[in-house]
Protein backbone atom coordinates (compact mmCIF):
# COMPACT_ATOMS: atom_id res chain seq x y z
CA UNK A 1 0.00 0.00 0.00
CA UNK A 2 1.60 3.72 -1.10
CA UNK A 3 0.71 6.57 0.84
CA UNK A 4 0.59 10.21 -0.08
CA UNK A 5 2.71 11.47 2.13
CA UNK A 6 3.15 15.78 1.37
CA UNK A 7 0.45 18.20 1.00
CA UNK A 8 1.98 18.98 -2.21
CA UNK A 9 1.43 15.25 -3.80
CA UNK A 10 -2.42 15.20 -2.90
CA UNK A 11 -2.71 19.07 -4.50
CA UNK A 12 -1.28 17.97 -7.92
CA UNK A 13 -2.99 14.44 -7.44
CA UNK A 14 -6.71 16.21 -7.24
CA UNK A 15 -5.20 19.17 -10.11
CA UNK A 16 -3.61 16.79 -12.43
CA UNK A 17 -6.77 14.20 -12.72
CA UNK A 18 -9.36 17.24 -12.88
CA UNK A 19 -10.76 16.58 -9.14
CA UNK A 20 -9.90 20.15 -7.19
CA UNK A 21 -8.78 23.57 -9.44
CA UNK A 22 -7.35 27.15 -7.14
CA UNK A 23 -10.58 29.13 -7.81
CA UNK A 24 -10.56 32.50 -10.22
CA UNK A 25 -7.04 30.23 -11.47
CA UNK A 26 -6.32 32.34 -14.67
CA UNK A 27 -6.38 35.51 -12.65
CA UNK A 28 -3.58 34.15 -10.20
CA UNK A 29 -6.25 32.38 -7.99
CA UNK A 30 -7.87 33.76 -5.17
CA UNK A 31 -6.38 32.34 -1.27
CA UNK A 32 -8.25 29.42 0.10
CA UNK A 33 -10.89 29.05 -2.11
CA UNK A 34 -11.08 26.03 -4.46
CA UNK A 35 -13.11 24.54 -7.42
CA UNK A 36 -14.22 21.06 -7.75
CA UNK A 37 -13.49 19.72 -11.09
CA UNK A 38 -15.60 16.91 -13.34
CA UNK A 39 -14.08 14.28 -11.30
CA UNK A 40 -14.06 16.36 -8.11
CA UNK A 41 -17.95 17.65 -8.34
CA UNK A 42 -19.10 13.71 -8.57
CA UNK A 43 -16.92 12.68 -5.92
CA UNK A 44 -18.12 15.67 -3.34
CA UNK A 45 -22.09 15.11 -4.75
CA UNK A 46 -21.41 11.27 -3.92
CA UNK A 47 -20.34 12.13 -0.76
CA UNK A 48 -23.20 14.09 0.15
CA UNK A 49 -25.77 11.56 -1.65
CA UNK A 50 -23.87 8.94 1.07
CA UNK A 51 -24.17 11.31 4.10
CA UNK A 52 -28.12 11.95 3.33
CA UNK A 53 -28.94 7.99 2.88
CA UNK A 54 -27.38 7.23 5.59
CA UNK A 55 -29.09 10.09 8.36
CA UNK A 56 -32.16 11.26 6.34
CA UNK A 57 -33.42 7.88 4.02
CA UNK A 58 -32.28 5.28 5.69
CA UNK A 59 -34.06 6.89 9.17
CA UNK A 60 -37.53 6.81 10.39
CA UNK A 61 -36.26 9.40 13.00
CA UNK A 62 -34.56 12.45 10.86
CA UNK A 63 -36.05 14.81 8.08
CA UNK A 64 -34.28 17.21 5.76
CA UNK A 65 -34.12 20.99 5.35
CA UNK A 66 -32.48 23.24 3.30
CA UNK A 67 -32.02 26.84 4.84
CA UNK A 68 -31.15 30.03 2.66
CA UNK A 69 -27.71 31.29 3.91
CA UNK A 70 -28.58 34.52 4.65
CA UNK A 71 -30.68 34.89 7.39
CA UNK A 72 -31.94 37.72 10.11
CA UNK A 73 -29.28 39.83 12.18
CA UNK A 74 -31.12 38.43 15.38
CA UNK A 75 -30.11 34.51 14.96
CA UNK A 76 -26.32 35.67 15.10
CA UNK A 77 -27.07 37.90 18.23
CA UNK A 78 -29.24 34.86 19.77
CA UNK A 79 -26.86 32.18 18.72
CA UNK A 80 -23.77 34.27 20.26
CA UNK A 81 -21.95 34.53 17.11
CA UNK A 82 -22.04 37.97 16.47
CA UNK A 83 -20.07 38.64 19.99
CA UNK A 84 -17.85 35.87 20.57
CA UNK A 85 -17.37 34.22 16.96
CA UNK A 86 -13.86 35.31 16.84
CA UNK A 87 -10.49 33.87 16.84
CA UNK A 88 -7.69 35.42 19.14
CA UNK A 89 -4.54 36.20 16.53
CA UNK A 90 -0.70 37.85 17.45
CA UNK A 91 0.73 39.54 14.70
CA UNK A 92 4.56 38.99 14.01
CA UNK A 93 6.23 42.22 14.63
CA UNK A 94 8.72 41.12 12.17
CA UNK A 95 7.02 39.95 9.04
CA UNK A 96 3.43 40.90 9.89
CA UNK A 97 1.90 37.87 9.70
CA UNK A 98 -0.80 37.07 11.88
CA UNK A 99 -1.41 33.59 14.11
CA UNK A 100 -3.93 31.84 15.92
CA UNK A 101 -2.84 32.19 19.35
CA UNK A 102 -4.07 28.48 20.02
CA UNK A 103 -2.02 27.44 16.94
CA UNK A 104 1.02 28.85 18.19
CA UNK A 105 0.27 26.96 21.57
CA UNK A 106 -0.12 24.04 19.33
CA UNK A 107 -3.50 23.06 20.70
CA UNK A 108 -5.93 21.11 17.94
CA UNK A 109 -8.87 23.20 18.45
CA UNK A 110 -10.69 24.18 15.22
CA UNK A 111 -11.57 27.62 16.41
CA UNK A 112 -12.46 29.52 19.18
CA UNK A 113 -16.25 28.73 19.49
CA UNK A 114 -18.03 30.84 21.53
CA UNK A 115 -15.57 31.76 24.40
CA UNK A 116 -16.02 34.90 25.32
CA UNK A 117 -13.25 37.30 24.01
CA UNK A 118 -11.94 38.66 27.09
CA UNK A 119 -12.00 34.87 29.01
CA UNK A 120 -9.44 33.77 25.72
CA UNK A 121 -7.20 36.53 26.43
CA UNK A 122 -7.41 36.04 29.76
CA UNK A 123 -5.91 32.42 28.98
CA UNK A 124 -4.03 33.22 26.07
CA UNK A 125 -0.70 32.85 28.06
CA UNK A 126 2.96 33.82 27.73
CA UNK A 127 3.91 33.83 23.95
CA UNK A 128 7.61 34.86 24.72
CA UNK A 129 8.60 31.37 23.22
CA UNK A 130 6.79 31.15 20.28
CA UNK A 131 8.02 30.64 17.29
CA UNK A 132 6.25 32.52 14.02
CA UNK A 133 5.57 29.94 11.06
CA UNK A 134 6.22 32.05 8.83
CA UNK A 135 9.70 33.95 9.66
CA UNK A 136 10.75 31.51 12.27
CA UNK A 137 10.99 34.91 14.48
CA UNK A 138 11.17 33.82 18.47
CA UNK A 139 8.29 35.59 20.75
CA UNK A 140 8.06 38.52 18.77
CA UNK A 141 3.72 38.89 19.00
CA UNK A 142 2.00 41.65 19.54
CA UNK A 143 -1.06 41.63 22.52
CA UNK A 144 -3.61 38.92 21.56
CA UNK A 145 -6.28 40.06 19.99
CA UNK A 146 -9.54 39.20 18.54
CA UNK A 147 -10.30 38.76 14.83
CA UNK A 148 -14.08 38.14 13.88
CA UNK A 149 -14.54 35.31 11.84
CA UNK A 150 -18.17 35.98 10.33
CA UNK A 151 -18.26 37.74 6.89
CA UNK A 152 -20.43 40.96 6.57
CA UNK A 153 -22.95 42.19 3.36
CA UNK A 154 -25.36 44.14 2.80
CA UNK A 155 -28.79 43.33 1.92
CA UNK A 156 -30.93 45.82 0.14
CA UNK A 157 -30.54 48.33 -2.82
CA UNK A 158 -31.01 51.96 -0.87
CA UNK A 159 -28.27 53.13 1.38
CA UNK A 160 -30.79 54.07 4.05
CA UNK A 161 -32.75 50.75 4.28
CA UNK A 162 -29.77 48.91 3.32
CA UNK A 163 -29.02 46.13 6.49
CA UNK A 164 -26.28 44.49 7.53
CA UNK A 165 -26.38 40.30 7.81
CA UNK A 166 -24.05 37.76 7.53
CA UNK A 167 -22.60 34.93 5.66
CA UNK A 168 -23.81 31.75 7.93
CA UNK A 169 -20.79 30.46 9.64
CA UNK A 170 -22.18 27.07 9.98
CA UNK A 171 -25.63 25.37 8.51
CA UNK A 172 -26.98 24.42 12.28
CA UNK A 173 -28.40 27.52 13.08
CA UNK A 174 -30.75 27.70 10.22
CA UNK A 175 -31.77 24.59 11.57
CA UNK A 176 -33.25 25.61 15.39
CA UNK A 177 -34.64 28.70 13.61
CA UNK A 178 -36.89 26.02 11.88
CA UNK A 179 -37.47 23.85 14.75
CA UNK A 180 -41.14 24.87 15.55
CA UNK A 181 -41.74 24.63 11.59
CA UNK A 182 -40.72 21.24 11.29
CA UNK A 183 -42.80 20.31 14.47
CA UNK A 184 -46.02 21.75 13.22
CA UNK A 185 -45.82 20.83 9.41
CA UNK A 186 -44.64 17.20 9.95
CA UNK A 187 -45.63 14.03 12.24
CA UNK A 188 -41.92 14.36 14.23
CA UNK A 189 -41.93 13.75 17.62
CA UNK A 190 -38.81 13.64 20.12
CA UNK A 191 -36.92 12.10 19.56
CA UNK A 192 -36.25 13.34 15.96
CA UNK A 193 -33.37 15.36 13.88
CA UNK A 194 -33.47 17.78 11.30
CA UNK A 195 -30.49 17.32 9.09
CA UNK A 196 -29.25 19.83 6.65
CA UNK A 197 -25.91 19.95 4.34
CA UNK A 198 -25.03 23.40 2.73
CA UNK A 199 -22.36 26.42 2.21
CA UNK A 200 -20.62 28.08 5.28
CA UNK A 201 -18.40 30.55 5.38
CA UNK A 202 -15.98 32.09 7.99
CA UNK A 203 -12.91 34.53 7.67
CA UNK A 204 -10.16 32.15 8.76
CA UNK A 205 -6.95 32.94 9.43
CA UNK A 206 -4.75 30.29 8.77
CA UNK A 207 -5.77 28.73 5.67
CA UNK A 208 -2.86 27.15 3.37
CA UNK A 209 -4.18 23.72 3.84
CA UNK A 210 -5.92 23.20 0.78
CA UNK A 211 -9.43 22.28 1.43
CA UNK A 212 -8.76 21.52 4.71
CA UNK A 213 -9.73 24.79 5.98
CA UNK A 214 -10.99 27.17 3.44
CA UNK A 215 -13.20 30.66 3.58
CA UNK A 216 -16.00 28.89 1.88
CA UNK A 217 -17.19 25.32 2.75
CA UNK A 218 -19.67 22.73 3.04
CA UNK A 219 -21.31 21.59 5.59
CA UNK A 220 -23.18 18.75 6.75
CA UNK A 221 -25.33 18.80 10.22
CA UNK A 222 -27.53 17.43 12.20
CA UNK A 223 -29.37 18.44 15.15
CA UNK A 224 -30.56 15.71 17.05
CA UNK A 225 -33.38 16.68 19.47
CA UNK A 226 -34.29 14.37 23.02
CA UNK A 227 -35.68 14.86 25.84
CA UNK A 228 -33.42 15.81 28.77
CA UNK A 229 -32.13 12.47 30.49
CA UNK A 230 -32.32 10.44 27.44
CA UNK A 231 -29.37 12.80 25.43
CA UNK A 232 -26.22 10.82 27.19
CA UNK A 233 -27.77 7.73 24.99
CA UNK A 234 -28.16 9.68 22.10
CA UNK A 235 -24.54 11.02 22.30
CA UNK A 236 -23.27 7.43 21.97
CA UNK A 237 -25.50 6.33 19.38
CA UNK A 238 -24.46 9.18 17.32
CA UNK A 239 -20.97 8.41 17.89
CA UNK A 240 -21.01 5.28 17.14
CA UNK A 241 -23.30 6.01 13.99
CA UNK A 242 -21.31 8.32 12.30
CA UNK A 243 -17.71 6.43 12.54
CA UNK A 244 -18.90 3.92 11.25
CA UNK A 245 -20.29 6.04 8.63
CA UNK A 246 -17.12 6.23 7.53
CA UNK A 247 -15.38 3.26 8.09
CA UNK A 248 -18.49 1.42 5.84
CA UNK A 249 -17.28 4.19 3.14
CA UNK A 250 -14.04 2.95 3.25
CA UNK A 251 -11.18 4.64 5.52
CA UNK A 252 -9.17 2.12 6.90
CA UNK A 253 -9.57 2.06 10.81
CA UNK A 254 -6.35 2.41 11.87
CA UNK A 255 -6.71 6.11 10.09
CA UNK A 256 -9.46 7.10 11.88
CA UNK A 257 -10.29 7.69 15.85
CA UNK A 258 -12.24 9.63 18.72
CA UNK A 259 -10.48 12.28 20.75
CA UNK A 260 -12.99 13.45 23.39
CA UNK A 261 -12.69 17.09 24.45
CA UNK A 262 -11.18 17.54 28.14
CA UNK A 263 -13.63 19.30 30.13
CA UNK A 264 -11.45 22.65 29.88
CA UNK A 265 -11.98 22.83 25.87
CA UNK A 266 -15.17 21.98 25.85
CA UNK A 267 -17.61 25.07 25.01
CA UNK A 268 -19.20 26.22 27.86
CA UNK A 269 -22.68 25.18 26.98
CA UNK A 270 -21.85 21.42 25.45
CA UNK A 271 -22.08 18.85 27.79
CA UNK A 272 -19.93 16.44 25.85
CA UNK A 273 -18.23 16.73 22.63
CA UNK A 274 -15.86 14.23 20.26
CA UNK A 275 -14.25 14.74 17.35
CA UNK A 276 -13.42 12.04 14.14
CA UNK A 277 -10.19 12.44 13.67
CA UNK A 278 -8.84 11.29 10.23
CA UNK A 279 -4.90 11.12 10.18
CA UNK A 280 -4.17 13.69 7.34
CA UNK A 281 -0.58 13.21 5.94
CA UNK A 282 0.36 17.02 6.38
CA UNK A 283 1.11 19.39 8.98
CA UNK A 284 3.26 17.91 11.19
CA UNK A 285 1.66 14.15 10.25
CA UNK A 286 -1.48 15.12 13.09
CA UNK A 287 -4.76 13.43 13.55
CA UNK A 288 -7.23 16.26 11.94
CA UNK A 289 -10.83 16.62 13.05
CA UNK A 290 -13.01 15.23 9.99
CA UNK A 291 -16.03 15.70 12.15
CA UNK A 292 -17.11 16.79 15.54
CA UNK A 293 -20.21 15.06 17.78
CA UNK A 294 -21.18 17.27 20.95
CA UNK A 295 -24.00 16.98 23.25
CA UNK A 296 -25.03 20.60 23.46
CA UNK A 297 -28.14 20.79 25.71
CA UNK A 298 -30.79 23.15 26.00
CA UNK A 299 -28.59 25.77 24.82
CA UNK A 300 -29.52 26.83 21.74
CA UNK A 301 -33.22 26.32 21.79
CA UNK A 302 -33.08 28.58 24.79
CA UNK A 303 -30.88 31.30 23.56
CA UNK A 304 -33.20 31.88 20.53
CA UNK A 305 -36.51 31.54 22.10
CA UNK A 306 -34.83 34.03 24.13
CA UNK A 307 -33.54 36.04 20.87
CA UNK A 308 -36.82 36.26 19.53
CA UNK A 309 -38.21 38.27 22.23
CA UNK A 310 -35.59 41.08 21.41
CA UNK A 311 -37.12 42.06 18.08
CA UNK A 312 -38.79 44.65 19.02
CA UNK A 313 -35.15 46.80 20.69
CA UNK A 314 -33.76 45.60 17.48
CA UNK A 315 -36.00 47.83 15.67
CA UNK A 316 -35.64 50.33 18.02
CA UNK A 317 -31.90 50.12 17.91
CA UNK A 318 -31.90 50.75 14.23
CA UNK A 319 -30.56 47.13 13.93
CA UNK A 320 -27.67 47.32 16.08
CA UNK A 321 -26.72 44.16 17.52
CA UNK A 322 -24.02 45.71 20.02
CA UNK A 323 -27.13 47.92 22.15
CA UNK A 324 -29.71 44.35 22.49
CA UNK A 325 -29.58 42.03 25.60
CA UNK A 326 -30.93 38.55 25.52
CA UNK A 327 -33.88 39.07 27.74
CA UNK A 328 -34.12 37.02 31.02
CA UNK A 329 -35.74 33.62 31.02
CA UNK A 330 -39.60 34.64 32.16
CA UNK A 331 -41.57 32.48 33.93
CA UNK A 332 -43.77 31.56 31.17
CA UNK A 333 -40.42 30.53 29.14
CA UNK A 334 -41.30 27.02 29.63
CA UNK A 335 -44.35 27.55 27.28
CA UNK A 336 -42.72 29.32 24.36
CA UNK A 337 -42.50 28.63 21.35
CA UNK A 338 -39.01 26.69 20.77
CA UNK A 339 -40.51 24.11 23.77
CA UNK A 340 -42.04 20.94 23.43
CA UNK A 341 -45.22 19.31 24.84
CA UNK A 342 -44.92 15.73 25.32
CA UNK A 343 -48.32 14.26 24.60
CA UNK A 344 -47.91 11.06 26.14
CA UNK A 345 -46.03 12.20 29.38
CA UNK A 346 -48.40 15.33 29.52
CA UNK A 347 -45.21 16.90 30.11
CA UNK A 348 -43.15 20.41 28.29
CA UNK A 349 -39.42 20.61 28.55
CA UNK A 350 -36.45 22.42 25.80
CA UNK A 351 -35.24 19.19 24.19
CA UNK A 352 -31.82 18.67 24.51
CA UNK A 353 -29.58 18.59 21.59
CA UNK A 354 -27.15 16.20 19.70
CA UNK A 355 -24.88 17.82 16.98
CA UNK A 356 -23.05 15.99 14.74
CA UNK A 357 -21.27 18.04 12.56
CA UNK A 358 -19.04 17.11 9.13
CA UNK A 359 -17.17 18.80 6.57
CA UNK A 360 -18.07 17.83 2.86
CA UNK A 361 -14.61 18.50 1.80
CA UNK A 362 -12.50 17.38 4.60
CA UNK A 363 -14.21 14.30 4.30
CA UNK A 364 -14.11 13.89 0.11
CA UNK A 365 -10.47 14.98 1.07
CA UNK A 366 -9.75 12.00 3.67
CA UNK A 367 -11.75 9.41 0.74
CA UNK A 368 -9.50 10.76 -1.63
CA UNK A 369 -6.25 9.97 0.52
CA UNK A 370 -7.43 7.07 1.88
CA UNK A 371 -8.31 6.01 -1.37
CA UNK A 372 -5.20 6.71 -3.37
CA UNK A 373 -2.36 3.25 -3.79
CA UNK A 374 0.78 2.62 -6.11
CA UNK A 375 1.38 -0.93 -7.08
CA UNK A 376 4.34 -2.49 -9.23
CA UNK A 377 2.29 -4.20 -12.49
CA UNK A 378 5.00 -6.20 -14.66
CA UNK A 379 7.68 -3.33 -14.14
CA UNK A 380 5.02 -0.64 -14.17
CA UNK A 381 3.89 1.91 -11.43
CA UNK A 382 -0.02 0.86 -11.37
CA UNK A 383 -1.51 4.24 -9.76
CA UNK A 384 -5.19 4.16 -8.78
CA UNK A 385 -7.92 5.50 -6.80
CA UNK A 386 -9.92 2.68 -4.72
CA UNK A 387 -12.76 4.10 -3.95
CA UNK A 388 -15.84 2.25 -2.47
CA UNK A 389 -18.23 2.44 -5.08
CA UNK A 390 -20.65 4.77 -3.88
CA UNK A 391 -18.41 7.44 -3.52
CA UNK A 392 -16.59 6.59 -7.20
CA UNK A 393 -16.65 9.65 -9.47
CA UNK A 394 -17.41 7.39 -12.68
CA UNK A 395 -19.05 3.69 -12.07
CA UNK A 396 -17.99 2.14 -15.26
CA UNK A 397 -15.85 2.84 -18.65
CA UNK A 398 -16.81 1.43 -22.17
CA UNK A 399 -14.61 0.82 -24.43
CA UNK A 400 -14.60 -0.59 -28.16
CA UNK A 401 -10.98 -2.58 -28.29
CA UNK A 402 -10.23 -0.98 -31.52
CA UNK A 403 -12.29 1.40 -33.51
CA UNK A 404 -13.51 -0.83 -36.05
CA UNK A 405 -15.77 -4.27 -37.15
CA UNK A 406 -18.45 -2.66 -35.40
CA UNK A 407 -17.27 -2.89 -32.19
CA UNK A 408 -17.82 1.34 -31.85
CA UNK A 409 -21.04 1.22 -32.70
CA UNK A 410 -21.72 -2.06 -30.09
CA UNK A 411 -20.25 0.07 -27.64
CA UNK A 412 -21.87 3.09 -27.38
CA UNK A 413 -25.03 1.24 -27.39
CA UNK A 414 -24.14 0.07 -24.35
CA UNK A 415 -22.90 3.03 -22.68
CA UNK A 416 -26.13 4.85 -23.36
CA UNK A 417 -27.88 1.76 -21.86
CA UNK A 418 -25.54 2.27 -18.77
CA UNK A 419 -25.61 5.47 -18.10
CA UNK A 420 -29.26 5.55 -17.27
CA UNK A 421 -28.69 3.96 -14.25
CA UNK A 422 -25.21 5.32 -13.27
CA UNK A 423 -22.45 7.65 -13.87
CA UNK A 424 -20.48 5.83 -16.73
CA UNK A 425 -17.84 7.16 -19.54
CA UNK A 426 -16.84 5.84 -22.88
CA UNK A 427 -13.23 6.31 -24.48
CA UNK A 428 -12.24 4.84 -27.51
CA UNK A 429 -8.66 6.32 -28.14
CA UNK A 430 -5.40 4.56 -27.55
CA UNK A 431 -4.30 1.55 -26.80
CA UNK A 432 -6.56 -0.11 -23.85
CA UNK A 433 -4.13 -0.84 -21.19
CA UNK A 434 -3.59 2.97 -21.05
CA UNK A 435 -7.39 3.43 -21.04
CA UNK A 436 -7.60 1.26 -18.38
CA UNK A 437 -4.82 2.90 -16.17
CA UNK A 438 -6.58 5.90 -17.03
CA UNK A 439 -9.34 4.52 -15.23
CA UNK A 440 -7.66 3.27 -12.31
CA UNK A 441 -6.38 6.80 -11.71
CA UNK A 442 -10.42 8.33 -11.34
CA UNK A 443 -11.06 5.69 -9.23
CA UNK A 444 -13.63 3.80 -11.84
CA UNK A 445 -14.28 0.33 -10.40
CA UNK A 446 -15.12 -1.37 -13.34
CA UNK A 447 -14.15 -1.61 -17.21
CA UNK A 448 -16.31 -2.67 -20.16
CA UNK A 449 -14.53 -3.39 -23.45
CA UNK A 450 -16.60 -4.97 -26.39
CA UNK A 451 -14.15 -7.26 -28.41
CA UNK A 452 -14.06 -9.89 -31.47
CA UNK A 453 -15.94 -11.75 -29.50
CA UNK A 454 -18.75 -9.86 -28.51
CA UNK A 455 -20.04 -10.29 -32.43
CA UNK A 456 -19.93 -13.83 -31.92
CA UNK A 457 -21.30 -14.59 -28.64
CA UNK A 458 -22.46 -11.02 -27.32
CA UNK A 459 -20.32 -11.30 -24.45
CA UNK A 460 -18.08 -8.45 -22.99
CA UNK A 461 -15.09 -8.21 -20.68
CA UNK A 462 -15.66 -6.89 -17.25
CA UNK A 463 -12.29 -5.64 -15.89
CA UNK A 464 -12.75 -5.56 -12.10
CA UNK A 465 -10.26 -1.95 -10.80
CA UNK A 466 -8.40 -3.23 -7.15
CA UNK A 467 -7.71 -6.96 -8.14
CA UNK A 468 -7.36 -6.42 -12.64
CA UNK A 469 -9.58 -9.29 -12.75
CA UNK A 470 -11.29 -9.98 -16.00
CA UNK A 471 -14.41 -12.25 -16.75
CA UNK A 472 -16.58 -12.40 -19.75
CA UNK A 473 -20.42 -11.44 -19.11
CA UNK A 474 -23.17 -11.28 -21.79
CA UNK A 475 -24.54 -8.07 -23.05
CA UNK A 476 -27.51 -9.25 -21.56
CA UNK A 477 -26.58 -9.13 -18.23
CA UNK A 478 -24.57 -6.66 -17.90
CA UNK A 479 -26.41 -4.00 -16.28
CA UNK A 480 -27.75 -6.47 -13.54
CA UNK A 481 -24.30 -7.58 -12.74
CA UNK A 482 -23.00 -4.27 -12.28
CA UNK A 483 -25.90 -3.18 -10.54
CA UNK A 484 -25.84 -5.73 -8.38
CA UNK A 485 -21.82 -5.27 -7.52
CA UNK A 486 -22.20 -1.58 -7.11
CA UNK A 487 -25.50 -1.56 -4.87
CA UNK A 488 -27.37 0.41 -7.27
N1 LIG B 1 -22.22 23.63 14.26
C1 LIG B 1 -20.99 23.20 14.81
C2 LIG B 1 -19.84 23.53 13.98
O1 LIG B 1 -19.94 24.26 13.00
P1 LIG B 1 -17.27 23.15 13.74
O2 LIG B 1 -16.37 22.18 14.47
O3 LIG B 1 -16.91 24.56 13.74
O4 LIG B 1 -18.71 22.93 14.39
C3 LIG B 1 -17.92 21.37 11.94
O5 LIG B 1 -17.45 22.66 12.25
C4 LIG B 1 -17.13 20.78 10.80
O6 LIG B 1 -17.14 21.67 9.68
C5 LIG B 1 -15.65 20.54 11.11
O7 LIG B 1 -15.45 19.31 11.75
C6 LIG B 1 -15.04 20.55 9.71
O8 LIG B 1 -15.17 19.29 9.09
C7 LIG B 1 -15.92 21.56 8.97
N2 LIG B 1 -15.24 22.86 8.93
C8 LIG B 1 -15.23 23.82 9.87
N3 LIG B 1 -14.51 24.88 9.48
C9 LIG B 1 -14.03 24.58 8.24
C10 LIG B 1 -13.23 25.28 7.29
N4 LIG B 1 -12.78 26.50 7.52
N5 LIG B 1 -12.93 24.66 6.12
C11 LIG B 1 -13.40 23.42 5.85
N6 LIG B 1 -14.18 22.73 6.70
C12 LIG B 1 -14.49 23.29 7.89
Known sequence: MAKITKLDDIVSLCRRR???????????????????????????????????????????????????????????????????????????????????????????????????????????????DKVCPNCGTVGKFTEPMPFKLMFETQMGANADDSMTLYLRPETAQGIFANFRNVLDTTRVKIPFGIAQIGKSFRNEVTTKAFIFRTREFEQAEIEFFCEPGTDEQWYEHWKETRFEWYTNLGIKKENLRFRNHDPDELAHYAKACADVEYKFPFGSGDWQELEGVANRTDYDLRRHQRGMRTLNSWYENNGDLSKIDLKEEAEDFYKGPLSYFDEQAKKRYIPYVIEPSAGIDRSALAFLVDAYDEEQVRGETRNLLRFHPDLAPVKAAVFPLVKKDGMPEIARNIYDQLKKYFNCFYDQKGAVGRRYRRQDEAGTPFCITVDGQTREDNTVTIRERDSMEQIRVSTDKLLNYIREKLEV
Not at 58 to 72: K, Q, T
Open 18 to 128: GFIFQSSEIYGGLASCYDYGPLGVELKNNVKRAWWKSVVQMRDDVVGLDCSILMHPLVWKASGHADKFADLIAECKKCNTRSRVDHLQNHAGEHTEHVPVETAMAEAGNLA
